[in-house]
C-alpha cells in the first residue's frame, strides 16, 4: 500500500460529457503526476502538479485539465469525452526535491460510451 | 522523442523457470530508470537504477543498468505463479519528473 488513494474506483460516462476524477497523495509528499493508460499500453503523462501549480504537460489536449490543493491533493477533469478517452487514470506522488521514485494510487477505470 | 522499448511484449513460462525481461531507452538526458509491476491496478515501485553496473537486488529479482548501451534487464529467479504480472520500465528525463514507460511485458507463470 503506498498510500495514495483514487476514487471514483469505476465510472461510466457518455460522450461529450465531463468527468472529474480525484486522488490524495502519499503523507509528506507534494507533488502529483496524472497518468492515462490505455488498455495493454504503458501509462502517458498527462501533466504533473507542484505547489498548486502545472509543472509539466504531456501531449494531451486542453480539455484535460488539473488542480491542486494546499493539502496536495488533486484533481484531473475531462470535458468533452470522447472513445478514446476510455483508459485507467492513475495518479502518482513524489517529493519536488527528493528521489525520483513515483508511488501509484489504485487507479480509476473510465469507460466512456 | 523520448523513447522507452521493452521486449518481449509477452512472456509464458512455467514456475520455477529463471526469466530476463529488457528494457532499452533513447532520451534526451537521462537521469533515472524505474522497473515497476502492475498486477491489477496500481504500478508497484520494484528498483531505481541511476548508475551503470551496479546491480539492484530484491529477494529473486535484480536489475543492472547499462547507460552506455543505453538499457536495463529485470531478472527473476525461481519464478512462482505470484510473480504473474505487467513488468514496466520508466525513465525520468533530467529537469523532468514525468515518467516516460514502455509499453509492458505480460509475464505468465505456469504452474
Known amino acids: 500500500e503506498t498510500g495514495v488513494t483514487q476514487s471514483p474506483t469505476h465510472l461510466i460516462k457518455t460522450r461529450g460529457q465531463q468527468v472529474t476524477l480525484r486522488c490524495s497523495s502519499q503523507?509528506?509528499?507534494?507533488?502529483v503526476s496524472w497518468y492515462q493508460q490505455a488498455l495493454g499500453q504503458g501509462p502517458q503523462f498527462i501533466f504533473q502538479y507542484y505547489r498548486e501549480e502545472e509543472n509539466g504537460r504531456g501531449n494531451f489536449p486542453p480539455r484535460f485539465s488539473g488542480l491542486q490543493f494546499p493539502n496536495y491533493s488533486s484533481e484531473l477533469n475531462v470535458n468533452a469525452l470522447e472513445l478514446d478517452d476510455s483508459a485507467l487514470y492513475l495518479c502518482?506522488?513524489?517529493?519536488?526535491?527528493?528521489?525520483?521514485?513515483?508511488?501509484f494510487g489504485p487507479g480509476t477505470r473510465l469507460t466512456v460510451l | 522523442e523520448d523513447k522507452v522499448v521493452q521486449s518481449p511484449l509477452s512472456l509464458v513460462v512455467h514456475e520455477g523457470d529463471t526469466v530476463t525481461l529488457n528494457c532499452s531507452y533513447e532520451?534526451?538526458?537521462?537521469?533515472?530508470l524505474l522497473w515497476y509491476k502492475q498486477e491489477k491496478k496500481a504500478p508497484t515501485f520494484l528498483f531505481m537504477l541511476t548508475s551503470s553496473g551496479i546491480e539492484k537486488k530484491s529477494g529473486r529479482l535484480s536489475s543492472i543498468l547499462d547507460k552506455k548501451e543505453l538499457f536495463s534487464i529485470l531478472n527473476i529467479t525461481a519464478t512462482q505463479t505470484g510473480d504473474s504480472a505487467v513488468y514496466l520500465c520508466?525513465?525520468?528525463?533530467?529537469?523532468?519528473?514525468?515518467?516516460?514507460f514502455g509499453q509492458g511485458t505480460r509475464l505468465t507463470i505456469n504452474p
Open positions: 502518482a506522488s513524489s517529493l519536488k526535491q527528493g528521489p525520483d521514485t513515483q508511488y
Open positions: 503523507s509528506g509528499h507534494n507533488t
Open positions: 532520451v534526451t538526458n537521462f537521469r533515472s
Open positions: 520508466a525513465v525520468i528525463i533530467q529537469g523532468a519528473q514525468k515518467l516516460v
